[in-house]
């Protein structure tokens, strides 16, 4: 369909933001449109309008796709609309094609949309490679951004001038920074022990516990079906886990019980997880529940659920299991990466006698 370009623009209206869907009259757009659950006219704004969320934004995207409807993705920048940026949509989709996390597609769109704002007027294919080094002057100097988040702002843009535009990458390279060698932070298997005792919620325990007892990522977590759970095998199917591969993990012994009283009391109808109307749970609960049980065992340490899988993974160590096996149930690609939990068991390093020791033996000082 080409007859009728759809324009797509977020707005705020009586104080709720809105996506509103602009084209010139065409009855068969209307009709396709109207499938939308929550769309409504607007006489005042001659346009059609849905409450802005990001459910509502693939769906309207999706639903142009299929019944292939040329469309234009417009951000305002601000409420006095003193001018508008325009958002390659293509950018997201061809994340989506190329089976990007939600999470990567979530952080990369977030990130290009905050570059095509600094460059204000100027179109983001007329970027430059000077343009970009004062971006990250910018997110550096005065947003005060992490590494990581550095990091991740350049290859959302070179996703954008490698992928979408399929541009030389000399043109926009850029020097990215060192991150620093931090060494994982553990709890030890007390301080487990007290975070499971005090979830009080069967919910929540089974969430920590599952998260510890098979060193899963949170996003991975928050992606188990209810068959993942290869009961029978004690293994968890992970599906398109980080690099989009799958694999296998444990499922420990002791979690069997606390499973069948999950499934059924909460009787997850899709995903194993589920939240608010069957969705899938997020994340910021699971952080939020260990936050308070960790409180309330006492430690006063900020504790993250990526803390419980470094736990796993050094915990195994210490009991001997081979730095392979573990590995491959973490789901690394480099041994070096697994390697690094060898600097942080304690066990290991208590193995280890002082040259102190060895000399004066029974002697003293």
């Given at each position: ?26 009855k ?22 849905l409450l ?13 796709e299929?019944h ?52 204000d ?68 298997e ?29 996003s991975?977590?928050?992606?188990l ?33 606390l499973?069948n ?16 109307n ?31 899988r470094?736990s ?5 160590l210490?009991?001997?299991i ?15 990466t ?14 280890i006698?002082?040259?102190l020791?060895t ?7």
């Amino acid at each position: 369909m080409t007859n009728s370009n759809v324009i797509l623009e977020c707005t705020t209206h009586k104080g709720n933001s809105q996506i509103t869907i602009r084209f010139i009259y065409n009855k068969e757009i209307i009709n396709i449109i109207k499938n939308l659950n929550g769309i409504k006219w607007s006489k005042s704004l001659k346009s059609w309008y849905l409450l802005k969320s990001s459910e509502n934004i693939n769906k309207i995207l999706n639903l142009l796709e299929n019944h292939n409807i040329s469309f234009t993705n417009r951000i305002i920048r601000n409420q006095n609309k003193k001018h508008i940026t325009t958002f390659p949509v293509s950018y997201e989709l061809l994340l989506k094609r190329k089976r990007y996390s939600t999470n990567t597609i979530k952080v990369y769109t977030s990130s290009l949309k905050k570059f095509i704002d600094f460059l204000d007027k100027k179109p983001i294919e007329s970027a430059t490679e000077e343009d970009i080094r004062n971006f990250q002057d910018y997110l550096i100097q005065r947003k005060k951004v992490s590494i990581s988040t550095q990091n991740q702002a350049i290859n959302a843009i070179k996703f954008y001038f490698e992928k979408v535009l399929q541009r030389d990458r000399k043109t926009y390279y850029i020097e990215r920074p060192k991150k620093p060698k931090q060494l994982p932070k553990v709890l030890s298997e007390q301080q487990i022990f007290k975070i499971l005792k005090h979830s009080k919620n069967l919910k929540h325990k089974f969430i920590l516990a599952l998260l510890y007892s098979s060193g899963l990522r949170i996003s991975e977590l928050l992606a188990l079906r209810k068959e993942d759970i290869l009961y029978d095998k004690n293994l968890i199917f992970v599906r398109s886990g980080k690099g989009n591969k799958d694999r296998t993990t444990i499922f420990a012994e002791h979690m069997k019980k606390l499973h069948n009283l999950y499934i059924n009391e909460y009787k997850p109808n899709y995903w194993l997880i589920e939240g608010f109307n069957r969705k899938q749970y997020s994340s910021s609960s699971v952080a939020k529940i260990l936050k308070r049980a960790a409180l309330k065992a006492g430690i006063s340490q900020n504790v993250t659920p990526h803390m419980l899988r470094h736990s796993f993974a050094t915990h195994m160590l210490e009991q001997g299991i081979d730095l392979r096996y573990i590995q491959n149930i973490l789901g690394h690609g480099s041994s070096k990466t697994t390697e690094i939990y060898t600097r942080v068991t304690s066990k290991s390093l208590a193995k280890i006698k002082s040259p102190l020791d060895t000399f004066l033996d029974n002697k003293t000082i």
